[in-house]
DNA sequence: TTGAAAGCGCTAACAA
DNA sequence: TTGTTAGCGCTTTCAA
């Protein structure tokens, strides 16, 4: 049988009442407060978390549900929150739901009740179905936004722009762009970002929607190279590294025949050959600012009052990409 | 505030304890039941299960600990325990612990008495630490060993040998190997493996430990190329793309020059250029299979019995490995 | 400052 | 088959 409060009070020689405020902080005198933490360590008592929940209405957890552990986008995102939750000693409830909208709203029906509040990274559903799910009053969602919920995203208008002034600035003038999902949150932002170049000198070459993936990438590999363009922005550094991939396989020289630009700066963008010149989003910091916000520790803002923070994003600029051929 | 048992009780007109019956599956009247799931449903109500848990023992959740997420090799293990979880409607705690053995061990004695058990992934706590924290009742290490509690892993020790089958059928008669951390399990384990082979007609050319990572693959790039070997095996797919890198760099065209061999065959191998033949162990079969011997679905065997289940790897060739140079 | 007692939401005896 | 009741381990009134 495991410890309890009982145990430790019998020990102690105290009431369970004086046990609890030793433990949790209320108004004891010194000397019980010493003697009974003593006694809980040494009898190596570890609270409730259930039980105390059940009382204080919090129970010092919270949900993370996330698309797809495997997409190291993600991975960096988990390990931002899991890292701050660790620090403030809460628990963190992880779904995977597969990429599925469905799972992902069946995982906040359930969560929402059994944690303090739920951190949702790109979600997969539409916004409706969201604020029909999710309780805005401790839902914080991480790189999308849904009016009437409170979020955490990268500046992803900016980021484009950064990454398309780079490609002029070497020299581009024909720019392919690979989309992902249609129809996403993160699709329009970039497209956004885009629309601001179209015209002027520069030309963007929309090359068409691909899975967010590697394959999705080898896949438009041969769309980029029948295009006329001399660099191409992938949707993100999975479908850049893709894009790479088939290029070599085709024989085309990056950056030399073509400049490759990615988007997110997941660790692999440095390992891939040549490293990826990328925009990078704080992954792990949003993950860590999402958290704060639903447990009102960042600092004047809450969850509760809709904030809405948009961090902001730096290019980062490595070896595929360079000036055109001549 | 929402809404429990006394309110689906009330709106149903029955009791609370035929309430919790016809939820949980106990002798009701079909009409009866049937009601008060219409009830049930109709006023969103989602059990409480810290509540639950607090009467059963039983919590529905379960702690799972791996060194660090964004390891493409734990990112997968997580997905599968998260899988079979969602399957089996039992919550995932995750503690990524940063590789610290510290914070290893002050998350299983968090998670032990607020979870139902405990996934312990690639632990890098000592044996005894480890033996003095777990509740051999309730843990399931995976991916490592340790007598005393119940495991999951895969047979490493093979999975080398068919590593080095395959590169002595190629013509190979010097393989370098990369080591990963001194003193771990996993590094013993591949140790084992080639320890069967040296001698014969083939010699092994042990280069020295570096960090299981890409860097740690890079550093290990000019090492191997100043040893007289024409293949190398790697201590993981992190460090075979790190040696990749700076082979490519070094001008060390692969296979051509050198045969690279990972371990793992995480998704990055696939992706890696050229593209990565590996050791392909089962990552989130593992998980998967952790879990159930946790709850006890495993069919026979459950972790209170010190199940100790090894799993097969298969060598996975890719464009990495060909013959030596002539 | 301390203790007694109530009760969080739920399930599991025990009766009816 | 159903309802009543007693807790699970904890915190928090309320008195002392």
């Not at 145990?7 to 010493?34: F, I």
């Not at 993160?186 to 179209?198: E, K, S």
């Not at 080898?218 to 590294?241: E, H, I, K, Q, S």
């Not at 390992?271 to 960042?298: N, Q, Y």
Request: glycine share 10%; aromatic share 4%; hydrophobic share 45%.
């Amino acid at each position: 049988m495991r410890t309890t409060v009982q145990d430790v009070a019998r020990a102690a020689g105290v009431s369970v009442s004086t046990v609890s405020r030793a433990l949790t902080g209320g108004s004891v005198s010194p000397a019980t407060r010493e003697a009974v933490v003593a006694v809980a360590h040494r009898l190596g008592y570890q609270p409730n978390r259930a039980a105390r929940g059940l009382i204080t209405g919090r129970t010092g957890n919270l949900g993370l549900i996330v698309p797809d552990l495997r997409n190291p986008f993600f991975a960096d995102v988990a390990k931002g929150v899991t890292a701050r939750a660790r620090a403030v000693d809460c628990g963190v409830f992880i779904s995977d739901t597969d990429e599925d909208p469905v799972a992902e709203l069946e995982a906040i029906a359930t969560l929402r009740h059994n944690t303090d509040g739920i951190l949702l990274c790109s979600p997969r559903a539409k916004d409706a179905e969201l604020l029909a799910a999710a309780d805005p009053q401790n839902t914080v969602l991480l790189h999308r936004r849904v009016p009437g919920l409170s979020s955490v995203v990268a500046d992803i208008v900016d980021g484009t722009r950064q990454a398309v002034q780079h490609l002029r600035a070497l020299g581009h003038r024909r720019i392919a762009y690979v989309s992902g999902p249609e129809d996403s949150w993160a699709t329009r932002q970039r497209l956004a970002g885009l629309a601001t170049f179209d015209g002027d000198d520069l030309e963007i070459l929309p090359i068409g929607s691909v899975a967010p993936t590697f394959d999705g990438g080898v896949l438009a590999g041969d769309l980029v190279l029948a295009a006329p363009a001399t660099a191409v922005l992938a949707y993100n550094d999975l479908v850049a590294m893709g894009l790479l991939h088939r290029l070599a396989a085709r024989g085309a020289v990056v950056p030399d025949r073509l400049s490759v630009v990615g988007y997110d700066d997941v660790s692999l963008a440095g390992m891939s050959h040549p490293p990826l010149t990328s925009v990078s989003v704080p992954k792990d910091r949003a993950g860590a600012i999402g958290l704060d916000l639903l447990l009102g520790r960042a600092g004047s803002m809450t969850a509760a009052q809709g904030a809405e923070v948009i961090l902001p994003t730096t290019l980062v600029v490595r070896a595929s990409s360079g000036e055109p051929p001549a």
